[in-house]
């Protein structure tokens, strides 16, 4: 399979002729990345370099203002010890890129500020000491405990922070890349509808590749032409970002074809492998010597990461009871306004190892919603055990408003403190539901639901059933403390958003 431009036509429209592109995103490139020359494949690298040289920036001014506000706030760091401590900055810059902070945002497909947390708080701490080390053999002395604590941790905030508004303001700068699919019709969709409930990406996919004999029109992109046509295409689309799904038909050859022409274009590329919904977050690619083998981690979460995850689940509900409270009041009488008593919704709900509880929420619907659920849905005849009504007619008007922005789950916070859920977890379902749960689907039920989860960080009530599953397969292979406060702190976007809440 050569994958040199072909003169030759492939059966969707005429040699020469390009095929209509998916429509141009919302958040284009400015005027300005036109005059700077950011856009367009021609761009791609030099938006690369000058976003590091931003969060070097940023990071330098980070660090710089942890040390001012560790002069000001201890008597033991002097204007002399700040000049010194400024002077050795550069070693705690190099920390940063040891640890790699500067170098992922061009190479993957999705790269955010909060995938960095862990790498940031290392890199604090490992910067924290070389700078006190390097303090130490200088005039001015090393910092106090005092002041080296508020400086490592300020610098740890100030650097999370300044990278959060760098690249929020550099992505409305320069605008989403632009990307193809090679592949069939049916990965085609799969990766586009995993970029759209992953915005992080920045992708916008204008089309796909394929063989001549792929003529599945039911692909929501459009197919641009065959790969023989990868250059061509790249160049008329301006193309930075080439997602090569496996195939079949594809040699080793091929592939290594494939990478080459990427290479020597300038394009990024991302390979998604052929089963690959058997490698979740849990696999680890390692080397055999030039063999690169990928090993599967298999163990049930430790002891001591569920009992941080219940303090966890523990101290966060018992504060945002005691601090919502007025918002809790003032959303029950709301509903008691609009449409009358009761407040609260109780329902049974399947729990850790398939054990029922009361879960409890603000009432969104008519109080016969329960009786009037048969006249909608046929539970016997579901293609899969979940299902959404968009548009539901049993939801009050102030139902809709509170699910929108999700405050009729604040009560399920007295179910995590009670420790029938936890603040991160599955969806928790309905007792009819699970009843019609596979062993393959009831593996979901081997942690307690979750009052937010990776559904409902990424594309909530849009995504099918599967794709709840993959996701939550993949939170249960690798549940983590710090995982539980990544998915936490991208709550409150996802409900800004309102992607799928119904």
């Known amino acids: 399979m050569g994958l040199r431009m072909s003169a030759k036509?492939?059966?969707?429209?005429?040699?020469?002729?390009?095929?209509?592109?998916?429509?141009?995103?919302?958040?284009?490139?400015?005027?300005?990345?036109?005059?700077?020359?950011?856009?367009?494949?021609?761009?791609?690298?030099?938006?690369?370099?000058?976003?590091?040289?931003?969060?070097?920036?940023?990071?330098?001014?980070?660090?710089?203002?942890?040390?001012?506000?560790?002069?000001?706030?201890?008597?033991?760091?002097?204007?002399?010890?700040?000049?010194?401590?400024?002077?050795?900055?550069?070693?705690?810059?190099?920390?940063?890129?040891?640890?790699?902070?500067?170098?992922?945002?061009?190479?993957?497909?999705?790269?955010?500020?909060?995938?960095?947390?862990?790498?940031?708080?290392?890199?604090?701490?490992?910067?924290?000491?070389?700078?006190?080390?390097?303090?130490?053999?200088?005039?001015?002395?090393?910092?106090?405990?005092?002041?080296?604590?508020?400086?490592?941790?300020?610098?740890?905030?100030?650097?999370?922070?300044?990278?959060?508004?760098?690249?929020?303001?550099?992505?409305?700068?320069?605008?989403?890349?632009?990307?193809?699919?090679?592949?069939?019709?049916?990965?085609?969709?799969?990766?586009?509808?995993?970029?759209?409930?992953?915005?992080?990406?920045?992708?916008?996919?204008?089309?796909?590749?394929?063989a001549p004999r792929e003529k599945d029109r039911r692909a929501s992109l459009p197919r641009l032409g065959s790969i023989e046509e990868i250059s061509r295409i790249a160049r008329h689309y301006q193309v930075e970002r080439v997602v090569v799904a496996e195939q079949e038909d594809m040699s080793e050859r091929d592939a290594e074809h494939l990478i080459e022409e990427c290479k020597a274009a300038g394009l990024g590329l991302t390979f998604l492998p052929k089963h690959y919904g058997l490698?979740?977050?849990?696999?680890?690619?390692?080397?055999?010597?030039?063999?690169?083998?990928?090993?599967?981690?298999?163990?049930?979460?430790?002891?001591?990461?569920?009992?941080?995850?219940?303090?966890?689940?523990?101290?966060?509900?018992?504060?945002?009871?005691?601090?919502l409270s007025p918002v809790l009041a003032a959303v029950a009488l709301l509903i008691v306004i609009d449409s009358g008593k009761p407040v609260f919704f109780r329902q049974k709900r399947i729990g850790k190892e398939g054990v029922p509880f009361t879960v409890l929420k603000f009432r969104t619907m008519v109080v016969d919603a329960e009786e009037r659920l048969a006249e909608l849905v046929d539970l016997e005849n579901l293609d899969e055990p979940a299902f959404k009504i968009p548009d539901d007619p049993r939801v009050t008007r102030a139902g809709g408003f509170l699910r929108r922005t999700s405050l009729d789950e604040l009560p399920q916070l007295i179910n995590v403190l009670k420790a029938d859920m936890s603040l991160v977890g599955p969806r928790p379902e309905e007792e009819a539901v699970v009843a019609l749960y596979d062993e393959r689907q009831r593996a979901r039920l081997a942690i307690k639901p979750g009052l937010t989860g990776p559904m409902q960080v990424y594309g909530r009530g849009d995504l099918t059933f599967e794709e709840r599953l993959a996701m939550e397969r993949d939170y249960l292979d690798n549940l983590s403390v710090a995982g539980d406060l990544a998915i936490l702190l991208r709550t409150p976007r996802a409900i800004v958003r309102g992607d799928g809440a119904y």
């Open 9 to 210: 036509a492939t059966g969707e429209h005429r040699s020469g002729a390009v095929a209509p592109a998916a429509p141009l995103p919302e958040e284009a490139p400015t005027e300005i990345a036109n005059r700077l020359g950011l856009t367009g494949l021609s761009g791609s690298r030099r938006r690369g370099a000058m976003l590091r040289r931003l969060l070097a920036s940023g990071d330098l001014v980070a660090i710089f203002a942890a040390l001012c506000v560790a002069t000001a706030a201890t008597q033991t760091t002097d204007i002399a010890k700040l000049f010194w401590a400024v002077l050795f900055t550069p070693a705690w810059l190099l920390v940063i890129k040891l640890h790699g902070l500067y170098d992922n945002d061009h190479r993957r497909i999705r790269h955010s500020t909060l995938d960095e947390l862990p790498s940031l708080v290392s890199a604090s701490a490992l910067g924290t000491i070389v700078l006190d080390g390097l303090l130490w053999l200088s005039p001015a002395g090393p910092l106090s405990a005092k002041s080296a604590i508020i400086v490592g941790v300020g610098a740890m905030l100030a650097c999370f922070v300044s990278r959060a508004v760098l690249r929020f303001a550099w992505q409305r700068l320069a605008g989403v890349a632009t990307g193809i699919v090679v592949g069939p019709a049916t990965v085609a969709d799969v990766v586009a509808r995993r970029i759209a409930t992953h915005p992080e990406a920045r992708l916008r996919l204008v089309g796909y590749l394929s």
């Open 279 to 323: 490698l979740g977050p849990g696999i680890e690619l390692n080397r055999l010597a030039e063999l690169p083998v990928l090993d599967f981690r298999f163990s049930d979460p430790p002891r001591s990461t569920l009992a941080l995850k219940r303090g966890l689940d523990m101290l966060v509900s018992g504060l945002m009871l005691a601090l």
